[in-house]
């Protein structure tokens, strides 16, 4: 018997062994099947669970699979993106991300681009870019009843969103015919944004503007803010035949040496937050 506890031992460490070796390969299987369950479930089960989370996407005459797939039309917060394209790309586990590339398009709007998102609701994009109309702005916290004309194209070149950081965005955004309608009426020309990152020092997004062309006010400047604060500092001069323009510029700006008036302006980029 004692001639045979070193023969049993080594029985016993190879079985363990194999079962080990065994629940691994279970596990791998089972991490494959499950990924392509994912893969190939039909896309139809992702408007369902998008209804169940009451997303503000809504999905109609869909098919494909939750990878690949398309949308006929699509909604977000009630408004018409037309036909709606994704495809999932890889898959990484630290963090667990998921990568997507997607296109939506409508006779009034567009975009594509790629977005990442990870289990900390972390959003990323290396790019995208698109065009949508102005009047899609919502202009109402900053003054009732005024409202923007114009069509709107951007190219975000980084975007990164995370909740416990100030966001990052860089890229151009160029409001082109931009106006404003309502209790005032006024063209601004085409309107041309640089969007920078946060700069290290002061963890601020600063974005310069400036128009050009056929306006009723010639406007340059920059925006700063670290999200949750905002400050603008711009320059600012009416046309010869818009008194109210000028007038407006007189109460609000200080009259530099050029003609224009300085303006600037400080607050909460979201009063509604505490």
Not at 135 to 144: C, E, G, K, T, V
Not at 260 to 265: A, E
């Amino acid at each position: 018997m004692l001639a045979m506890a070193p023969l049993m031992h080594a029985l016993g460490y190879l079985m363990r062994r194999k079962l080990i070796r065994w629940l691994a390969w279970l596990l791998v299987f089972l991490f494959i099947s499950s990924m392509a369950l994912f893969w190939f479930t039909p896309a139809s089960m992702l408007d369902y669970w998008l209804e169940k989370q009451q997303s503000p996407l809504q999905l109609g005459l869909v098919k494909g699979s939750w990878r690949d797939g398309q949308a006929g039309l699509a909604q977000f917060n009630g408004i018409d993106i037309g036909e709606l394209k994704w495809q999932f790309g890889n898959y990484k586990l630290k963090p667990a991300t998921a990568e997507l590339q997607f296109q939506a398009k409508s006779p009034q709007m567009q975009v594509q681009g790629d977005l990442s998102v990870d289990i900390d609701d972390r959003i990323s994009s290396t790019g995208m870019q698109g065009y949508f109309p102005a009047r899609w702005l919502d202009l109402q916290h900053i003054a009732p009843w005024l409202f923007a004309d114009g069509k709107i194209n951007f190219d975000l070149k980084h975007l990164k969103l995370d909740k416990q950081a100030i966001p990052e965005i860089s890229g151009t955004l160029d409001w082109q015919q931009a106006g404003l309608s309502g209790l005032v009426t006024a063209k601004l020309g085409d309107l041309h944004f640089v969007i920078e990152n946060p700069v290290q020092t002061d963890n601020q997004i600063t974005v310069s503007f400036s128009n050009k062309g056929e306006a009723d006010i010639s406007l340059s400047g920059t925006v700063s803010s670290d999200g949750k604060f905002y400050q603008l500092n711009a320059y600012a001069k009416g046309s010869a035949d818009r008194d109210d323009i000028n007038n407006f510029l007189q109460r609000v700006g200080q009259l530099q040496r050029n003609g224009q008036y300085q303006i600037t302006f400080n607050g909460k980029l979201f009063p509604d937050e505490n």
